[in-house]
């Protein structure tokens, strides 16, 4: 029979009531820190620690105070139960003591050698939350906001290489981390830095995906601020969007792998179920997300069919969009795919559709509620990770494993850049330059992404050792590279406004506008694929009409059988509101798009559609992280909620 | 040896990624059905079943269904220990099952005669979600709400009568309650109907307390819709909030009292001591929530006195209003006071002050955050309220006591509105007429705040029993008086706009300026005391100034020798502002005003500005709930983010 402790810290029933507010407060006032912090920052235009390594450096000030400066109280209480007729940890377990029952929950699995740790302090635990916190509630907004804000035109013209660094590189990077990871782990083994663990080829891939996920935030908020080149920006930030999508998945496929014989063998039939799960999931997760932006596109667009009008409650339009949004994300959860990459598809199906169906009012709440959501989450998220170096108990630091680690970072992204841009440099007219590569190469953050999912799983000793490794690689880079980004940039000669010239001007309309200007230059050939413009003569003749007020009218698109179903399925705006079809600002070129658009179009469209769509373009983008520029202005024009019923054709 | 079960839950390891997720999805689903039933309800002007009613029926329904008919897997497998060394329940238990520690966290006490009920459904045990998730966070964001849209001229004219009904009838009703209660329980042991439990006098008065918090969302929400006569609206709505706010006091006072001897008897000490606890306990929590507010005052009102300019950075200015805020709720929970006190008077300290000196962008921001978290809090605890009565699994009803506390909750409302009016009437110069006491009779719904009260404490049997009854009278009275709200004022001819008028129409608007011209007609000799005057005048000439950019400037208020520190002190924008000082709309009577400031201005006020401070009243009244209304202009003028130099005195 094993003898156990007991680490108890007995229930005090005059705190109970005030459970939970003293660790709430301690983030609020960290959150409250930080803030203030970013203020005086964005004051002394100091741009070498950005908020998030302001967030996290507080984050482990606060840990290092509550590990060694608070009392653990219950430590010296002591004593500990044996449950022979347990077989397995229970998700519920009732107990009887001194004849009343309690009911306790199961926290999570504790590993031997830890349990002597800082066990018993009650603080260090209650300050280490639940993962599923993580993931249901602080990503989605985060992931629902790069989505929702990305930019169209600019996205769409830099597909193909953003799919190829999103999907490939990430595959790359993933296998090359595994493979650095595992020849370091034999040979810690053989010189006997490593115990006899169970560290498998799969463990390594695993810890790999996950470290491939690399982090848009403090990057892509300098960038934004110093208004840096809109082809780099967008390509990094395509990149890191999607680029977590593929790591979330390729994690979830690899922990799912299961060999039958040899883990170290190869086995072909798992390695292919591997993929057709990756594969699987990620489409699933794609269906999921984008079906219920479209329900809540249908709905959106159905009350101004009707003589219900949802948009003249702006209330229950933001309720609505912001459950059906977040539904997307649980019901790909609960489903067993990947909510993560439903609710980024939802975010960017939303922009495109549902967007266009929304009341001044409520365009103007959902982009402002979802961009004080992401800024919230991604600071607690921040916090939390320096949190966690002090107050998460089963750390197991490994220097060498550490520095492995970092070295197969740097390989891994040099392997995943360098190849792939020279690969799309022979496709791609405006050449990804060498400077744009480095520039890549060193914005290859990890952050939030990859903590989360590092830490879902810390029950077994490799995986508290990734975790570890992990948390630091991202201090590491955040800190490094993060406050780095500005005289880098300067020292690639990449950023366009030099520093200090006006930072309360409206940067955002001066990028849209000086894009604009560059749109056909920067038009490539290798992008404008086929296949993207049938997708694309598909949504603006079928989808767009059907889901919004945009676009031409179902009734000179479809087939003539088809007119009474589609009179019966347009708005009446679409038939005046063409003009205001900003969505357009994707199209590669207006030429293509005529030229593709005109055979079937039984209404020739009129000239001053396309220019008008050109005009509207700056005015639809939505403009990410508007955090320190406000510039928006937020005059509304309430006659968009009535049907124009003159312009009835 | 006791013999005990085990009601095991296997843990899935395949959901264990998923978890938390499917029970989030329920409660989205739930919202998403309430909010479009609302959408059809407003449509359809159906006013019978209001959305509060709604939420809790759907609730209800989805409750039935988890506990009928979802499987509870777990039941079979039971088999159980005995923790004999135990002494008391542990927060943190580490238990060793086959040679891996595994930690469990106490979750709540069992009683005996319900461990075998529905316990081992493993979905019902999920959906009841822990109580501390209501108090710090679906709470605050409500309470914080009403104190931040409370209608201030008209609070401050009624404020006599409002402070009568709050204090002294929440504690005739917490009596009456307990005594009708204690009678009630006596005679119930008398015929058998109750057994020997230990349900003291304490305990009675403790039920009592819970009972006198009234809700104010069904009822005012429907009296705002319907545009019913304003002073009814102040009367009752800030009798609810105050309420709300005296009752938690009351119940926390009344649950540390603690009489030596006989728990029956009369403890002159320990009642004392109840009510020192009562006083002290109140008097912290105001003096915490407003100072958060203040120190709010001062961070947003600083930057405009530096070069750096806070309100630059909406977001920035959002995200440290938003924490403060919810900091002084969890500073007073963690304080040992009471949070709801202090974000309540947080809040209305906030709209008084921080409020001018936000930003134009972040005022409206402020605002429809607020609004929208209230929307859904409200939402969120009305849904589990239904959900509750189903998936709770420590129910104990009992019929007899159910009917005893039902005409218990009325006779205590009569005995606090009737005589109460009655008194106030002698004093008041608009008496509140017959019909008005009749609707606020009518009005005492109970609520969030009576079943957050009752859940807080489930472990033992009377605690349980009070729960239950608790949620029973909320059903009720929601039910039936929120659905009879709309006929019972056509009955007693309320109503001021009859039903189907216009609607759609800004009745906001009609309200404001509808009141106004009774400005003088309902100024009531009672109200405008000479203490409020005092306060009136320290608040216009020192406090106003020093923390907002209105007020007169504060050198002209101070003494002469204070002239360098004043002049220090005062925003440059106060000379030039006193126009858009929109907060005299508390004033009750102009000349009273200017006899009482004039004397010691040494500037003297100029014409215009009582008759600016007129027309702005409308303009800078926070409206509540725009829920269905949306009418608010939201054209800003940026111009109020620099300071007007030419200005300058």
């Known amino acids: 029979m094993e003898k156990l402790k007991k680490y108890v810290s007995v229930k005090d029933e005059d705190h109970f009531y005030h459970q939970g507010a003293v660790e709430l407060l301690i983030f609020n006032f ?30 482990l000030l606060m840990g290092l105070i509550i590990r060694y400066v608070t009392k653990s109280p219950d430590v010296e209480s002591g004593t500990v139960y044996e449950c022979e007729k347990l077989k397995s940890g229970p998700s519920t377990l009732l107990i009887n003591i001194t004849n009343q029952v309690y009911e306790y929950q199961y926290k999570r699995e504790i590993s031997h050698h830890n349990v002597n740790g800082h066990q018993g302090n009650a603080m260090l635990q209650k300050m280490t939350f639940d993962p599923s916190i993580f993931f249901n509630i602080l990503l989605p907004p985060i992931i629902f906001h790069a989505g929702y804000s990305l930019k169209k035109r600019h996205f769409f013209r830099n597909l193909g290489s953003i799919l190829t660094y999103a999907f490939l590189g990430t595959a790359i990077s993933c296998i090359v981390i595994g493979l650095i990871m595992y020849g370091f782990v034999k040979a810690m083994v053989h010189i006997g830095q490593l115990k006899q663990w169970e560290f498998h080829f799969t463990d390594c891939l695993f810890f790999g995906s996950l470290m491939s996920a690399t982090d848009p935030v403090t990057v892509l908020a300098i960038f934004h601020e110093l208004n840096v080149d809109t082809d780099l920006y967008t390509l990094l930030f395509g990149e890191s969007v999607l680029n977590d999508a593929v790591a979330i998945v390729l994690t979830h496929s ?6 039958k014989e040899n ?19 990620f489409a699933g997760s794609f269906a999921m997300g984008s079906s219920y932006a479209v329900v809540t596109a249908l709905i959106s667009f159905m009350h101004l069919t ?12 933001t309720g609505l969009f912001f459950l059906l949004s977040w539904s997307a994300f649980l019901s790909a959860e609960a489903a067993g ?56 108990q089963n750390h197991i630091f490994n220097p060498l494993f550490i520095f492995g680690a970092l070295v197969a970072v740097f390989v891994a992204r040099a392997s995943n850049i360098y190849p792939l841009s020279f690969l799309l440099n022979l496709g791609r007219k405006q050449k990804i330059s060498r400077n744009f590569q480095h520039m890549m190469m060193f914005s290859g953050l990890r952050g939030a992404i990859a903590f989360a999912l590092a830490i879902r799983d810390t029950d077994s000793q490799p995986k508290q050792m990734m975790f570890t490794t992990a948390l630091l690689i991202v201090f590491f880079t955040v800190w ?31 990028a849209a506008s000086q894009s604009a200007s560059n749109l056909d230059k920067n038009t490539t050939k290798a992008e404008s694929a086929w296949l993207f413009r049938i997708w694309y003569g598909f949504d603006h003749k079928y989808l767009k009409p059907l889901l919004t007020h945009t676009g031409p009218p179902l009734t000179s698109t479809l ?3 088809c007119n009474p179903v589609a009179r019966l399925l347009t708005s009446p705006r679409a038939y005046g509101d063409q003009l205001k079809d900003g969505d357009t600002d994707y199209i590669i070129n207006n030429d293509e798009l005529t030229e593709n658009y005109e055979p079937s179009a039984h209404i020739p469209v009129p000239a001053q559609d396309s220019t008008g769509s050109i005009q509207a373009t700056g005015k639809e983008d939505i403009q990410e992280g508007d955090l320190g520029l406000g510039g928006y202005k937020l005059q509304l024009q309430h006659t968009a909620c009535q049907p124009q019923k003159n312009s009835l054709a």
């Not at 203030?36 to 964005?42: A, E, G, R, V």
């Not at 009707?306 to 339009?317: A, R």
């Not at 490094?480 to 955002?508: A, H, K, S």
């Open 30 to 59: 960290l959150l409250i820190l930080t803030i203030l912090t970013i203020w005086l920052f964005k004051n002394h235009r100091f741009r070498f620690l950005h908020e998030t390594g302001g967030a996290m450096l507080y984050g």
């Open 254 to 259: 690899i922990s799912i792998y299961s060999p």
């Open 263 to 281: 883990p170290n063998a190869f086995d072909a039939a798992a390695f292919f179920q591997s993929v057709g799960n990756f594969l699987g999931i």
């Open 306 to 317: 009707k003589f219900t009008k949802l948009c003249e409650f702006p209330m229950l339009e």
């Open 337 to 392: 795919l990947t909510g993560i990459v439903a609710v980024l598809f939802c975010g960017v199906t939303q922009a495109h559709y549902t967007y266009n169906n929304l009341s001044p009012d409520s365009k103007m709440r959902t982009k402002q509620l979802f961009e004080f959501m992401n800024f919230l989450a991604e600071n607690v998220i921040f916090c939390y990770m320096g949190l966690a170096l002090f107050t998460f």
């Open 480 to 510: 490094v590279f993060g406050g780095g980004t500005t005289p880098m940039l300067t020292w690639l000669q990449i950023r366009l406004v030099p520093v200090g010239v006006d930072p309360d001007e409206d940067l955002n309309a001066k």
């Open 559 to 561: 087939p003539g059988w």
